[in-house]
């Protein structure tokens, strides 16, 4: 017994130590893995760490810029004046807004060269000197007033206006695109003309089209905006319009609805309308002055040209009178098909039949009628344009025309 027991010890210590070594090994294995993940979490703080620091960075630099913005908030106005004279480098002579005339210095790092008499300049609230040199600038309004994007109007647009658009075209167009003929002949090509007629008959739509057509700079202003408050503004912004007009040249200057400055002068009038007549004298100074407009053509619009100066209609200033009238049968026959031409409409549609109904109307009121002959089959869900569409459409039209008539506009005005 004593022997079996012998053999059966060597046996019990071997499976001792295969179960350490398995302990061991799966104790590597743990470490292992906790480095492995202590190793990672180590790299996101890391990552984490120059991320903040970034974050940190860029919040600085953006409170830097906003304690800048916040003083120069702070700071005291600049006081925009003009230079009057120059006594040597660092003083000079200037004129503030209010009027005032001061003797100034200059800062030194302005260049002496630069300040010519009439240049515009920012001066300190506190000491007046100098500080900046300031370029000079249009009106906001008066820059916004150029056409960058050409309208998508064509003369094809306009119906019934065939000898308008040539006379339009011989005044505006043709001394800019061929000033030769003119010279040929020894005359002077006409320097703007005047639109009148009816509203809604197409005269800022002929604008639209000359505009279109023309590689000129078109810059285009309603009367209305240069009628300006204080004294001496609405000069000034006629001023600059022709200056900004000739800076661009070759071009051409729409001023619609000019009866807002363009009024009869009166011996009784008040202070806003003596400063709206100082306004007109500086556009009758413009066009018929000493500084040339060869490559500057004016267009003007009105529907009352009843109420215009006489010295505005003068043969020198607008020597075209372009009269737009109430279209004619067959103007509404050219106008009614160029709007119907892309709607469907169905077959027992005659214009022509249409054309008797709408006498007396614009080419707005037509158009007005085609958009409403259109809703009413909209409204009916039909696919095309009926007859009946356009009888319903006429009837509402001409009563509201009627409804919108104003007995008190002079008769036969335009007739």
Same mark, same amino acid.
């Given at each position: 017994?004593?022997?079996?027991?012998?053999?059966?010890?060597?046996?019990?210590?071997?499976?001792?130590?295969?179960?350490?070594?398995?302990?061991?090994?799966?104790?590597?294995?743990?470490?292992?893995?906790?480095?492995?993940?202590?190793?990672?979490?180590?790299?996101?703080?890391?990552?984490?760490?120059?991320?903040?620091?970034?974050?940190?960075?860029?919040?600085?630099?953006?409170?830097?810029?906003?304690?800048?913005?916040?003083?120069?908030?702070?700071?005291?106005?600049?006081?925009?004046?003009?230079?009057?004279?120059?006594?040597?480098?660092?003083?000079?002579?200037?004129?503030?807004?209010?009027?005032?005339?001061?003797?100034?210095?200059?800062?030194?790092?302005?260049?002496?060269?630069?300040?010519?008499?009439?240049?515009?300049?920012?001066?300190?609230?506190?000491?007046?000197?100098?500080?900046?040199?300031?370029?000079?600038?249009?009106?906001?309004?008066?820059?916004?007033?150029?056409?960058?994007?050409?309208?998508?109007?064509?003369?094809?647009?306009?119906?019934?206006?065939?000898?308008?658009?040539?006379?339009?075209?011989?005044?505006?167009?043709?001394?800019?695109?061929?000033?030769?003929?003119?010279?040929?002949?020894?005359?002077?090509?006409?320097?703007?003309?005047?639109?009148?007629?009816?509203?809604?008959?197409?005269?800022?739509?002929?604008?639209?089209?000359?505009?279109?057509?023309?590689?000129?700079?078109?810059?285009?202003?309603?009367?209305?905006?240069?009628?300006?408050?204080?004294?001496?503004?609405?000069?000034?912004?006629?001023?600059?319009?022709?200056?900004?007009?000739?800076?661009?040249?070759?071009?051409?200057?729409?001023?619609?609805?000019?009866?807002?400055?363009?009024?009869?002068? &009166? =011996?009784? #009038?008040?202070?806003?309308?003596?400063?709206?007549? %100082?306004?007109?004298?500086?556009? !009758?100074?413009?066009? *018929? +002055?000493?500084?040339?407009?060869?490559?500057?053509?004016?267009?003007?619009?009105?529907?009352?040209?009843?109420? &215009? =100066?006489? #010295?505005?209609?003068?043969?020198?200033?607008?020597? %075209?009178?372009?009269?737009?009238? !109430?279209?004619?049968? *067959? +103007?509404?026959?050219?106008?009614?098909?160029?709007?119907?031409?892309?709607?469907?409409?169905?077959?027992?549609?005659?214009?022509?039949?249409?054309?008797?109904?709408?006498?007396?109307?614009?080419?707005?009121?037509?158009?007005?009628?085609?958009?409403?002959?259109?809703?009413?089959?909209?409204?009916?869900?039909?696919?095309?344009?009926?007859?009946?569409?356009?009888?319903?459409?006429?009837?509402?039209?001409?009563?509201?025309?009627?409804?919108?008539?104003?007995?008190?506009?002079?008769?036969?005005?335009?007739?």
């Amino acid at each position: 017994m004593s022997s079996d027991s012998d053999a059966l010890a060597p046996s019990s210590d071997s499976n001792v130590s295969a179960r350490d070594d398995d302990g061991i090994d799966s104790q590597l294995q743990r470490l292992e893995k906790d480095y492995r993940e202590l190793t990672e979490q180590a790299q996101s703080l890391l990552t984490q760490r120059v991320w903040l620091e970034n974050e940190v960075s860029n919040q600085k630099k953006k409170v830097n810029r906003l304690e800048e913005e916040i003083r120069m908030l702070r700071s005291p106005p600049h006081i925009v004046g003009n230079v009057q004279d120059r006594i040597s480098d660092d003083k000079i002579v200037v004129r503030s807004s209010n009027g005032t005339i001061f003797l100034v210095s200059v800062n030194t790092r302005i260049d002496a060269d630069l300040l010519k008499p009439g240049t515009r300049v920012a001066l300190n609230q506190d000491t007046l000197s100098v500080i900046e040199v300031l370029n000079d600038a249009w009106d906001p309004l008066v820059t916004g007033a150029e056409m960058v994007e050409k309208p998508d109007v064509s003369y094809d647009d306009l119906g019934g206006l065939g000898e308008q658009i040539q006379m339009v075209r011989e005044s505006i167009e043709l001394p800019l695109s061929s000033p030769e003929s003119f010279t040929r002949f020894g005359i002077k090509p006409p320097k703007g003309v005047l639109l009148v007629g009816p509203p809604g008959c197409g005269k800022t739509m002929l604008a639209k089209a000359v505009a279109s057509s023309t590689d000129c700079s078109f810059i285009r202003l309603v009367g209305s905006e240069l009628a300006q408050k204080y004294i001496g503004e609405g000069g000034r912004m006629v001023r600059e319009l022709f200056d900004l007009a000739r800076e661009k040249a070759p071009s051409i200057v729409f001023i619609d609805e000019i009866d807002a400055i363009g009024a009869k002068r &009166l =011996d009784t #009038a008040t202070s806003g309308d003596r400063e709206v007549q %100082r306004t007109l004298m500086q556009l !009758l100074a413009e066009l *018929d +002055g000493f500084d040339a407009l060869d490559d500057v053509k004016l267009i003007s619009a009105t529907n009352r040209p009843d109420i &215009l =100066d006489e #010295a505005l209609l003068r043969p020198g200033r607008f020597d %075209r009178i372009i009269e737009i009238p !109430l279209p004619d049968e *067959d +103007g509404r026959t050219s106008i009614l098909e160029i709007h119907m031409s892309k709607m469907p409409t169905s077959k027992n549609l005659s214009v022509s039949k249409v054309v008797s109904m709408t006498k007396g109307f614009s080419g707005a009121d037509l158009k007005a009628t085609c958009v409403e002959a259109a809703m009413i089959a909209i409204r009916a869900k039909r696919k095309s344009v009926s007859a009946k569409d356009f009888t319903t459409a006429v009837e509402r039209i001409a009563e509201k025309r009627a409804n919108s008539s104003n007995s008190d506009a002079p008769e036969n005005l335009f007739h």
